[in-house]
Structure formats: structure tokens, C-alpha cells
């Protein structure tokens, strides 16, 4: 690895008494791929990476460590976008700041969702559709990575194709991806490369499945 040119997230002996230890570099505009059956730890590895969880390790984004950043603004940057996102507001509004819902009027339509439902109450969406505000909600933020925890898990295959390509879109801008899906042929077509997870560790699926 040059110094000059690290990778956009580097992790090295990320581990709990749950998982790991975990080593992965992703480059920017990679995406990775992770499948695994449910309870595997698919979803625990991408809040170790958040710090979300408790862990041990060091994670680098852009050369630069995990520990030289405060919480939110790691977060910020290295975001995780969980399968069920959290929603503490009544309405959908008071969930984008004034640039963010800037963002999202222009993506909703893009997404196949209706415009006005920026506007309405969380509790009038169906789980397709706060999947899909939540996708939004994470990419207002302009993460150097997004760690996409089964982004499609509630949408048909319209939705899903709509998904994923703004997801390409978004690698092409630089952005890294790390998604969780159960869908291998979802692994196959937006991953870079394809891992396994079995029994809290990450393995290649070729070499796993072999």
C-alpha cells in the first residue's frame, strides 16, 4: 500500500468477543459485496466498523485513523445505513436538514417515490418506502463510505433496480461501499468483490465455497 495513495478504508484486526478478527482495505468507488447466512455477523461487522459496537482494531479512512476522529464525525463519514433505520420525528421533514432536503426532492423521483411524501408523516410510509428515505437520509450526508446494511431487503425488483443504480452512481463519485445482502446474484452485480461470512469471519466466497 503506498502512503501516498491508501485506500479508502483500511481495517486491520477489528475484533470482539462476538467477531473477528476482521482485515479488509476498500478502495474508493469499490464496492464489497458480504452475504452470509442471518445471525452470521454480517450486520455486527458493519457496526464494529461504525463504532457503533463495542470492539478492538484500528480502522483507517483515507490514511487516517479511526481514533483521530470524534464519534459523530467518524459516523458521519464512515455511515452506517442500518436494514431498519430509526425514525424519532413524527414527520419525514424534520429528518433533513435544509441542503439535505434539497437532495432528496431531487431524489425521491429517482427512487420511484412520490415527492409529497417528504412532506407527510413516517407512520402513512410503507417499509419499501422508509428503506428507500433512509438510502436518502444516509447519502445527504456525502459519507466517504457507506456501509449499506441490506439496502433492498424491503423492495421489489423495480425498486431494487432503481437502487442499485444510484448506488453505481455513487461509486463512480469515489464513494466506497460496504453492503451487506442475502441476495448472491445482488453480490454479483454491484460487488467488486465477494465475501462470505460464516461463524463471525469474513472469507472470500470463492475460496469459502470451495
Same mark, same amino acid.
Given at each position: 500500500?503506498?502512503?501516498?495513495?491508501?485506500?479508502?478504508?483500511?481495517?486491520?484486526?477489528?475484533?470482539?468477543?462476538?467477531?473477528?478478527?476482521?482485515?479488509?482495505?476498500?478502495?474508493?468507488?469499490?464496492?464489497?459485496?458480504?452475504?452470509?447466512?442471518?445471525?452470521?455477523?454480517?450486520?455486527?461487522?458493519?457496526?464494529?466498523?461504525?463504532?457503533?459496537?463495542?470492539?478492538?482494531?484500528?480502522?483507517?479512512?483515507?490514511?487516517?485513523e479511526?481514533?483521530?476522529?470524534?464519534?459523530?464525525?467518524?459516523?458521519?463519514?464512515?455511515?452506517y445505513?442500518?436494514?431498519?433505520?430509526?425514525?424519532?420525528?413524527?414527520?419525514?421533514?424534520?429528518?433533513?436538514?435544509?441542503?439535505?432536503?434539497?437532495?432528496?426532492?431531487?431524489?425521491?423521483?429517482?427512487?420511484?417515490?412520490?415527492?409529497?411524501?417528504?412532506?407527510?408523516?413516517?407512520?402513512?410510509?410503507?417499509?419499501g418506502?422508509?428503506?428507500?428515505?433512509?438510502?436518502?437520509? /444516509?447519502?445527504?450526508?456525502?459519507?466517504?463510505?457507506?456501509?449499506?446494511?441490506?439496502?433492498?431487503?424491503?423492495?421489489?425488483?423495480?425498486?431494487?433496480?432503481?437502487?442499485?443504480?444510484?448506488?453505481?452512481?455513487?461509486?463512480?463519485?469515489?464513494?466506497?461501499?460496504?453492503?451487506?445482502?442475502?441476495?448472491?446474484?445482488? /453480490?454479483?452485480?454491484?460487488?467488486?468483490?465477494?465475501?462470505?461470512?460464516?461463524?463471525?469471519?469474513?472469507?472470500? /466466497?470463492?475460496?469459502?465455497?470451495?
Amino acid at each position: 500500500m503506498s502512503s501516498a495513495n491508501p485506500p479508502r478504508l483500511r481495517i486491520a484486526g477489528l475484533h470482539s468477543p462476538l467477531a473477528g478478527p476482521f482485515d479488509l482495505s476498500v478502495d474508493a468507488g469499490e464496492c464489497v459485496a458480504v452475504t452470509g447466512a442471518s445471525g452470521s455477523g454480517k450486520s455486527l461487522f458493519l457496526r464494529m466498523i461504525a463504532d457503533l459496537d463495542p470492539n478492538d482494531g484500528k480502522v483507517w479512512l483515507d490514511g487516517r485513523e479511526r481514533a483521530a476522529f470524534t464519534a459523530p464525525a467518524w459516523r458521519r463519514q464512515v455511515l452506517y445505513n442500518a436494514a431498519e433505520t430509526g425514525w424519532w420525528h413524527d414527520d419525514v421533514a424534520p429528518h433533513f436538514h435544509a441542503a439535505a432536503m434539497d437532495f432528496a426532492r431531487t431524489m425521491v423521483p429517482l427512487l420511484g417515490l412520490p415527492p409529497d411524501l417528504l412532506d407527510g408523516p413516517v407512520l402513512r410510509l410503507s417499509t419499501g418506502e422508509r428503506q428507500r428515505l433512509a438510502l436518502i437520509r /444516509a447519502l445527504a450526508h456525502a459519507p466517504k463510505v457507506l456501509l449499506a446494511d441490506e439496502p433492498t431487503g424491503a423492495l421489489d425488483e423495480a425498486a431494487t433496480a432503481m437502487v442499485e443504480t444510484i448506488l453505481r452512481e455513487r461509486l463512480a463519485t469515489g464513494i466506497a461501499i460496504i453492503m451487506v445482502t442475502h441476495s448472491p446474484e445482488q /453480490a454479483a452485480r454491484l460487488g467488486h468483490r465477494h465475501f462470505l461470512m460464516r461463524d463471525r469471519h469474513l472469507r472470500p /466466497a470463492d475460496v469459502a465455497a470451495a
